[in-house]
């Protein structure tokens, strides 16, 4: 292709052209009408071929360059990365058995609390006028759980002492034997107490349970908390 400026000559006076411009201009230096004309000497054209791949191979060299020092930052980034790890890792593995412990049993004592918070909002007892308050249960009872509400509901009849306990199991679907135990225990505390429990909302399954126990005797139900409020007033 025909050159606008021929990068082999230089006007009078003019700057000499920069090494990466002359190899650019010399890399597309490709049919030269002044290599194709009669007067170019084949030894002409063989010193411009090879300056055209002399110049092609040092543009690669200078890519390949580029590439590895961009490779080399990237390692120099990813060592510098590891070696933060590595020291933070040293770090933990300096640090004293009682610290971690301390650690440890600092965080077993958040999760006890955390325990105790969410046992309590799930066993809300709830005043609804002086001398009456209501236990609603939603969903399974457990060994746990019967402690935390028997605990809970012991607790408000001896600071308060109300006369009724109304304890509604609209939430509870179904009981198993274990459940209807600890029903009867917890109604048989309260009323040790001074205060009377009445059952409301019991379900299908918690009346199979409640039967097959043949602990029937030792609890008063209704059909529902209003009913309950009914009978007590």
């Known amino acids: 292709m025909p050159c606008e400026h021929c990068p082999l ?116 007892i709830i005043r609804v006028w002086e001398g009456v308050m209501v236990l609603p249960i939603i969903g399974s009872v457990d060994s746990a759980r019967a402690a935390t509400m028997m605990e809970r509901l012991l607790e408000e009849v001896a600071s308060s002492g109300p006369a009724y306990a109304i304890v509604d199991l609209t939430g509870l679907a179904t009981a198993d034997t274990a459940t209807v135990n600890h029903l009867v225990q917890m109604s048989s505390a309260v009323r040790l107490l001074g205060a009377r429990v009445i059952f409301t909302g019991i379900q299908r399954g918690v009346a199979h349970a409640l039967a097959t126990s043949g602990e029937l005797f030792a609890v008063t139900t209704l059909g529902s908390v209003k009913e309950a409020l009914r009978r007590i007033v």
């Open 9 to 124: 000559e230089r006007a009078e006076g003019a700057p000499p052209v920069p090494l990466a411009t002359f190899l650019d201009r010399l890399t597309t230096c490709d049919g030269c009408p002044r290599l194709a004309a009669e007067e170019a000497t084949p030894l002409v054209r063989l010193l411009a071929d090879r300056h055209r791949e002399a110049a092609r191979a040092i543009r690669g060299l200078e890519n390949e360059i580029r590439k590895l020092k961009r490779e080399l930052k990237e390692a120099a980034s990813a060592a510098e990365e590891y070696e933060g790890r590595v020291a933070t890792l040293e770090h933990f593995q300096k640090r004293s058995s009682q610290e971690v412990e301390e650690e440890l049993r600092a965080q077993l004592e958040l999760v006890r609390q955390q325990g105790a918070e969410m046992q309590a909002m799930s066993t809300p």
